[in-house]
């Protein structure tokens, strides 16, 4: 359930968002992988002095000192700190640390992209609190440009109907509101449970049998892969096919510039099944 929790976005927690600073931050802390992953994409890494667990893009953030994750903030290390930015994860973070580090009067930005589109403006406003708005803009629109592209060279394409294993134990996958969805769109996927009740609902294997999917996708967690022995299901066409896939869970679900290599394995598999 961890893992379910580290990628299943939360409801956000509505925070402040500085468009401007007095002077470009060099003291960063980053509450979340896709906000480092973000600050070294623009060049402002280097300022980065602490983050969170599993915070593992480019390598070099592998060396940032972390003072939480998941299940909390150490406070006391943001005050020792000092930072003059930090980088919070209305989804991802604690609510109750995210209202301290306010109480306590930090600039406080909320990364939390819900768009496949908002990952350009994010790299942006980073790009005006850092002083690397020329390295930001840039990337911005080469990464508009690059959806774009996926976009329209996939919508011409017969539609595949997709089951996008979230998490095997308990089965869970993605609806309308998702931020997998959006990517299955992009390659002109059906997703046979766009229109269930919640964006990550828990399903039955019968129900994934009724739906007959013709490609079935996993991320490459081993406890996703192994939770289910699909080869007992030959009834599904995506079983008997052998369409069923294991993508890189960082590039489909972390929002980065790099979600375009994500957009782009997912379109890959469905042409294998087209």
């Not at 930005?109 to 496949?116: F, I, M, R, V, W």
Request: hydrophobic share 40%.
């Amino acid at each position: 359930m961890k893992t379910i929790n580290r990628i299943v976005l939360l409801l956000a927690v509505c925070l402040p968002i500085f468009s401007a600073m007095a002077s470009p931050a060099k003291r960063i802390i980053a509450l979340s992988p896709h906000s480092v992953e973000m600050l070294y994409a623009i060049g402002a890494g280097d300022s980065i002095v602490a983050t969170t667990d599993h915070a593992d893009f480019p390598k070099s953030a592998l060396d940032i000192p972390r003072i939480g994750g998941y299940h909390g903030i150490q406070i006391e290390r943001v005050l020792e700190l000092q930072p003059d930015l930090v980088v919070v994860w209305g989804s991802g973070n604690k609510a109750e640390d995210l209202q301290r580090l306010k109480e306590l009067g930090f600039n406080v930005y909320n990364s939390d992209p819900k768009t496949l589109e908002a990952v350009a403006d994010e790299l942006k406003e980073l790009g005006e609190l850092t002083g690397h708005q020329v390295e930001a803009n840039k990337l911005a629109d080469d990464y508009l440009a690059g959806l774009e592209a996926l976009r329209k060279e996939n919508q011409p394409k017969s539609e595949v109907k997709v089951f996008y294993q979230l998490w095997s134990t308990p089965l869970m996958t993605v609806a309308k509101n998702s931020w997998i969805q959006q990517i299955i769109s992009v390659c002109h996927g059906n997703n046979v449970y766009l229109d269930a009740a919640s964006d990550y609902p828990q399903v039955s294997l019968e129900s994934v049998l009724l739906n007959m999917p013709e490609v079935i996708l996993q991320s490459q967690d081993e406890g996703n892969v192994l939770g289910i022995d699909w080869s007992e299901w030959q009834e599904i066409p995506a079983v008997k096919n052998k369409h069923i896939y294991q993508l890189n869970a960082d590039l489909l679900h972390r929002a980065t510039p790099r979600a375009l290599q994500g957009v782009q394995a997912l379109c890959d598999a469905l042409d294998k099944a087209r």
